[in-house]
């Protein structure tokens, strides 16, 4: 079987790739557990040089990346830079604070001594999406590797060329033979991976249905999976918000990355007194986008990674029109590009409300009054992050604890933070990747006692 992935800007096949055959797949899978035998026993300090020697190697080729992420998903080359430099960040980050994440935990018993000690457990399987084609995979293997652990990566089909590029990361790096390995495979091969011995966790960054299926499989096999699946975030604006900074945050918080964001914010709620104001001011902000070539550097806008994305948001669209919304810009679609849409009046129970919606597409809200406005919030069956937007700081943390999803962030779009632990709540799934938390999801808590 062979796949390919195509500039979703110009149609232009980028890659062609030849999936593993059944022998070359199994060779793949006991590599790893062969190499995890000597990785795991390395230094720490070992394992700490080389992910900050994988950061060097990052920003040394930042273009060449950077161009390969445009190249395949279609995001303007200035956000793929950023994404290539945020991969280096998140290695320097763990070159630093892995020693004291992984120190010995000291606990007073009756023992002489007690303590817990943090080992790795083995290979990691890592299926991951295309949105964010480095970054996803590098907040996974930072921490996973330096841990002591070996890492399997199956990622998207579209975006197998920024899988090899990642691969050569860890080489050029310096890491061992096996340590991290790219499976061009697809995705029937999933069982047969999270089965295999070498196994030991999976974590998964994508659709809600793909992380159901991976979970069963996980549980089948008593193998540990972390999720970290859809969103649906709202972005509250209240009345005393800053409009100016609330407006400009918005236009981020939706349009990165042409929406294709699980943290994106999607339901923009807005105090019916400050409703119209924000509205107008955004509108015409979201109009005076660049849209264009995506290796132009003025590019702010590009095509969604691929057209059946582009149809499903179009289709998202008009079901949410039809159930009554307005549409106050945007709404046209040709092939993988999809205009940024705004989408006013629109209410529980239509689709653009309910359903994430992965592309350039801003449902606007009007609630009365806060209590409305967090009620509203909570509404959805994802969990994964919250935006509101007030000059009342001190106030605004009393509203922390409304929101069960697993994000609250004040005056600030929802992003992730290598020194924050990420991840969400309900149908966004369950586990935390980066700072501490997301090492200690794959390592062997071991308590060791001495009488």
Not at 114 to 124: E, L, Q
Not at 323 to 349: M, R, Y
Not at 384 to 412: H, I, M, P, W
Request: glycine share 8%.
């Amino acid at each position: 079987m062979k796949f390919y992935s195509v500039n979703p800007f110009n149609g232009e096949q980028v890659g062609e790739y030849q999936a593993l055959s059944v022998n070359e797949l199994d060779q793949k899978l006991n590599k790893s557990a062969d190499a995890f035998k000597e990785w795991s026993q390395k230094p720490l300090s070992y394992r700490t040089g080389l992910i900050k020697k994988a950061g060097q190697v990052l920003r040394d080729n930042l273009e060449e990346y950077a161009q390969m992420i445009t190249s395949e998903m279609g995001k303007p080359i200035s956000e793929s830079r950023a994404e290539v430099n945020k991969c280096a960040w998140v290695c320097d980050y763990y070159a630093e604070n892995a020693e004291s994440f992984l120190a010995e935990e000291k606990v007073k018993t009756d023992a002489s001594k007690s303590f817990v000690r943090h080992d790795p457990i083995g290979a990691v399987f890592a299926v991951m999406p295309w949105n964010f084609p480095f970054w996803q995979v590098f907040r996974f293997a930072a921490p996973t590797l330096t841990a002591g652990n070996t890492g399997l990566l199956k990622h998207a089909p579209n975006v197998f060329g920024c899988a090899e590029k990642i691969e050569e990361v860890f080489t050029k790096a310096g890491y061992p033979e096996g340590v991290f390995q790219n499976l061009i495979v697809h995705h029937e091969q999933t069982e047969k991976i999270i089965a295999h011995d070498a196994v030991k966790a999976v974590t998964l960054t994508g659709s809600e249905m793909a992380g159901s299926a991976v979970a069963q499989l996980a549980g089948k096999y008593i193998k540990k999976s972390l999720l970290e699946l859809g969103g649906n975030n709202s972005f509250i604006v209240l009345e005393d918000a800053d409009i100016g900074q609330a407006v400009k945050t918005a236009v981020s918080a939706r349009m990165l990355n042409c929406g294709q964001s699980c943290i994106a914010a999607k339901r923009f709620i807005l105090l019916e007194s400050i409703h119209d104001e924000f509205v107008e001011k955004f509108t015409e902000a979201v109009k005076n986008l660049k849209a264009g070539d995506t290796k132009d550097n003025a590019t702010q806008v590009g095509p969604l990674a691929r057209k059946d994305l582009a149809d499903q948001l179009n289709r998202q669209i008009k079901d949410t029109i039809s159930q009554g919304a307005t549409l106050l810009v945007g709404g046209e679609q040709d092939n993988c590009f999809h205009e940024p849409t705004i989408l006013g009046n629109v209410k529980p129970g239509m689709t653009a409300f309910d359903e994430e919606t992965f592309g350039p597409l801003a449902a606007i809200i009007k609630v009365k009054n806060v209590e409305e406005a967090f009620e509203l919030s909570e509404r959805s069956k994802f969990g994964l992050g919250v935006s509101v937007f007030t000059k009342d700081t001190t106030k605004s943390l009393e509203y922390a604890s409304r929101v069960t999803d697993g994000a609250f962030f004040v005056n600030e779009l929802v992003k992730s933070d290598p020194r924050l632990p990420f991840g969400g709540n309900k149908r966004s799934g369950y586990g935390r990747e980066l700072a501490k938390d997301g090492m200690m999801e794959f390592v062997n808590k071991k308590v060791v006692y001495v009488k």
